[in-house]
């Protein structure tokens, strides 16, 4: 099977002196453009050296083998650069010329594998044209060496306030200061928030508190090219937007076996439910909607329990279903427990309610809604399920490469 990946153009920085220059006598090139370095020489009086003009880039004419994380700069000497383009079949290389259009610097990185053509024009300070043309091709990288990034939220998705920007890695970055200084969110109106690296192969983002309701999103991932460590080097530039929905805050009393829900600081409805039986203590803690299911089947051999031992279970056709943790925690109708919802625990750490109410709750839900839960000693952790809100955003900061 072969893959085809799609790239864009990422920023970054790099140089090395070779020389590539050209010249012309002020309409057309000279056979020397197709040589070695050419200069336009201004005659001046006997007592004073030529004024020489040159064109030099860093990358070496004919190079092969070019790093892509190499930026492609050319500068001139005695002459103003009147334009220079890199180009190549997967399309041109953005730069721009300094003030002075003495110098050209690249604004993207390379692709891998690829020709790159160089074309220089400029103008002597005698007045003398400088044009050359050149190439060079960058080093092959196999997929192996190059990491995809995959994001959630999905683009044009409406999540609830509780959803942190997640970032997957199909290729282990072990740079994660390389990678993150290219990692950007950008919300309207504006949220402090941080990265918090949770393994070498997904990163996190969350604001300091939850995000205020109807907050927009951009994520830019503008990783190409971009070293990730160990030889590996990003493979993908990609963007993303999405909106944050109404703020809704569900809290969970496993004391009282109530479930307050909140839309937007409005006290919506008060359900009871039943959590989890001792020896199945449902989590404290703060928990976030990771998925949504209208039907699914519910197997006790899922968490380590033989489904015909005296815990066990198999339930198929379990009703509006909201998983909160990887490991197995979800509001759910459960119909077989309405005679103790509300006054006593009886599940193996579900949040269990009517079919009524938790149908009401499901069509109210979003992905990335927040759930309180208070009243049990089991804490909540950061990594079942998306947990980032266990940590004070100061401790989830450290979580930062750059921090």
């Not at 300070?125 to 995809?148: K, M």
Request: with cysteine.
């Amino acid at each position: 099977m072969s893959f085809l990946r799609v790239r864009a153009l990422a920023v970054a920085l790099g140089c090395a002196g070779v020389v590539l220059a050209g010249c012309g006598t002020g309409s057309g090139s000279s056979p020397q453009s197709a040589g070695g370095p050419t200069k336009g020489v201004h005659t001046t009086p006997s007592s004073q050296a030529p004024v020489v003009g040159a064109v030099a880039s860093n990358i070496a004419r004919g190079a092969t083998g070019v790093p892509v994380d190499r930026v492609v700069k050319v500068k001139a000497d005695h002459a103003t650069l009147d334009s220079v383009t890199v180009t190549s079949k997967a399309g041109s290389v953005p730069g721009k010329l300094s003030a002075d259009q003495t110098s050209w610097t690249a604004g993207a990185l390379l692709e891998p594998g690829t020709s790159y053509t160089v074309r220089a024009a400029a103008t002597t300070d005698a007045g003398d044209a400088l044009n050359r043309i050149s190439h060079f091709r960058t080093a092959a990288l196999t997929l192996d060496q190059q990491t995809f990034p995959s994001i959630t939220p999905l683009d044009g998705q409406t999540v609830g306030v509780g959803m942190p920007v997640i970032v997957h890695f199909d290729v282990p970055v072990t740079d994660h200061a390389s990678i993150e200084k290219h990692l950007q969110v950008v919300s309207a109106p504006a949220q402090r928030g941080s990265w918090h690296w949770i393994s070498d192969t997904e990163v996190h983002w969350r604001p300091a508190t939850y995000w205020k309701a109807g907050t927009q999103v951009t994520v830019n991932t503008d990783i190409n090219s971009v070293p990730a460590g160990n030889g590996i080097f990003g493979q993908l530039d990609r963007q993303i937007h999405f909106t944050v929905g109404d703020a809704h805050i569900y809290k969970v009393n496993a004391k009282t076996d109530q479930l307050r829900v909140f839309s937007n600081g409005q006290l919506l409805r008060t359900i009871p439910v039943t959590t989890g039986m001792p020896g199945f203590t449902t989590r404290s803690g703060v928990k976030v909607i990771v998925e949504k299911d209208r039907r699914t089947r519910m197997n006790s051999e899922t968490i380590g329990i033989d489904p015909n031992s005296p815990n066990g279970y198999d339930l198929n056709n379990v009703e509006f279903a909201m998983r909160m943790t990887f490991s197995g925690e979800f509001l759910h109708a459960a119909p077989w427990s309405v005679a103790y919802q509300g006054h006593s625990n009886v599940s193996h750490g579900c949040t269990g309610m009517s079919t009524s109410n938790a149908g009401w709750l499901y069509h109210l839900s979003r992905v990335g809604d927040v759930v309180e839960t208070t009243g049990t000693d089991r804490p909540m952790t950061l990594t079942n399920g998306y947990g980032d809100w266990n940590e004070s955003f100061k401790t989830y900061a450290q979580g930062s490469a750059l921090h």
